[in-house]
């Protein structure tokens, strides 16, 4: 039997669902806090509607830029998202995956759940696993200090699976 290599990770933030979504869906809220620690996005372009791509260029501290790229499969303002993630120039260990991300509304705060997978091996979740939880470390430092942005009321679903490189366009 085959051992699906998924990560889930959940964190409370000290924020309202509207916000919290649009720190997710806001290109230049989304610069402000996404990589792992150390990292810059310098570009992000988001089409945040159902089959509408993203590209976000990531800047390591030290070393070349790379980017992260996808498409949006669900969208539910602001309760849910879910996209592909794929690394331009991937490691040989990695495919695409699906990152589904679930925000439940506690009023003043709100529970942030990332699920995504499959992974090809533990070592790649791993690294994902390390990477989201810095990113959401990052995210709630953010969220701790006042400042305003957009919300959006759009709501579209649609669905999505990763593509293997063979059915890849």
């Excluded at 051992?3 to 230049?28: C, E, G, I, K, S």
Aim: proline share 9%; net charge negative.
């Amino acid at each position: 039997m085959a051992v699906t290599l998924m990560l889930r990770l959940t964190r409370r933030l000290a924020a309202p669902r509207p916000l919290v979504y649009a720190m997710w869906t806001d290109p230049d809220a989304l610069a402000q806090w996404w990589g792992p620690n150390g990292f810059t996005a310098p570009s992000i372009a988001l089409d945040v509607r159902a089959g509408g791509r993203y590209r976000i260029e990531m800047q390591p501290p030290h070393g070349d830029p790379f980017f992260l790229t996808g498409e949006f499969c669900v969208i539910e303002a602001p309760a849910r998202l879910t996209y592909t993630f794929r690394w331009e120039d991937p490691d040989p260990d990695d495919q695409e995956t699906v990152v589904s991300l679930a925000l439940e509304d506690l009023g003043e705060s709100t529970d942030v759940t990332v699920d995504q997978g499959p992974f090809r091996t533990e070592a790649r979740r791993e690294l994902h696993t390390e990477g989201w939880t810095q990113t959401l470390d990052r995210l709630e430092t953010l969220l701790a200090s006042p400042q305003p942005h957009r919300t959006s009321t759009a709501r579209v679903t649609s669905s999505c699976k990763p593509q293997d490189k063979e059915n890849r366009p």
